[in-house]
T-cell receptor
Framework: DTGVSQNPRHKITKRGQNVTFRCDPI?????LYWYRQTLGQGPEFLTY????????KSRLLSDRFSAERPKGSFSTLEIQRTEQGDSAMYLC?????????FGSGTRLTVV | KNEVEQSPQNLTAQEGEFITINCSYS?????LHWLQQHPGGGIVSLFM???GKKKHGRLIATINIQEKHSSLHITASHPRDSAVYIC???????????FGEGTQLTVNP
């Protein structure tokens, strides 16, 4: 297992377009988290899954954001009708108990 | 007021100096993580603490549960230690991490 994998690493998109990011967690980890990080700030929680169930969503996650984790394996985060304010690093992490492993993130730039 | 606060926000040191980064939190926690983030975004977990002290190489992390405070120490700092160091907690009965804003450390040769 090579850790948590995120794709793509970088995404540049025009305002109004839809984007989708993928996260492949460590296979033994039952929980998967999405965080968003803007420059100079710590990551902010977006949502998390335990197996395939989405257990919590932040108020930061507007209706334009949706996340899925079919079959409790990989997860996707989709942003519809992107806005410039969506530009950020999107981080995925997986955990088993209190032990976390982070992916390298997807950096989104909306132009 | 953030639930997790770090100080200082920025720290510049000369190679070889002893470095301390502090983290205070205002909530009950089940665990505290110290994380390292290099330019480019990747986050690496350095320590997970629920009590006491841990040491790994030149890094030492301590936590005082009663005072709701943790420190990360770097002995004999090196330019490759330059990174953002982030404190994050798992709130009691929760599972997700709540992060501090990070400390940007720059170690000059």
């Amino acid at each position: 297992d090579t850790g948590v994998s995120q794709n793509p690493r970088h995404k540049i998109t025009k305002r109004g377009q839809n984007v989708t990011f993928r996260c492949d967690p460590i296979s033994e980890h039952n929980r998967l988290y999405w965080y968003r990080q803007t420059l100079g700030q710590g990551p902010e929680f977006l949502t998390y899954f335990q197996n395939e169930a989405q257990l919590e969503k932040s108020r930061l996650l507007s209706d334009r954001f949706s996340a899925e984790r079919p079959k409790g394996s990989f997860s996707t985060l989709e942003i519809q009708r992107t806005e410039q304010g969506d530009s950020a690093m999107y981080l995925c992490a997986s955990s088993l108990g209190p032990l976390y492993t982070f992916g390298s993130g997807t950096r989104l730039t909306v132009v | 007021k953030n639930e997790v606060e770090q100080s200082p926000q920025n720290l510049t040191a000369q190679e070889g100096e002893f470095i301390t980064i502090n983290c205070s939190y205002s909530v009950g926690i089940s665990a505290l993580h110290w994380l390292q983030q290099h330019p480019g975004g990747g986050i690496v977990s350095l320590f997970m603490l629920s009590s006491g002290k841990k040491k790994h190489g030149r890094l030492i992390a301590t936590i005082n549960i009663q005072e709701k405070h943790s420190s990360l120490h770097i002995t004999a700092s090196h330019p490759r230690d330059s990174a953002v160091y982030i404190c994050a907690v798992i709130v009691t009965s929760g599972s997700r991490l709540t992060f501090g804003e990070g400390t940007q450390l720059t170690v000059n040769p």
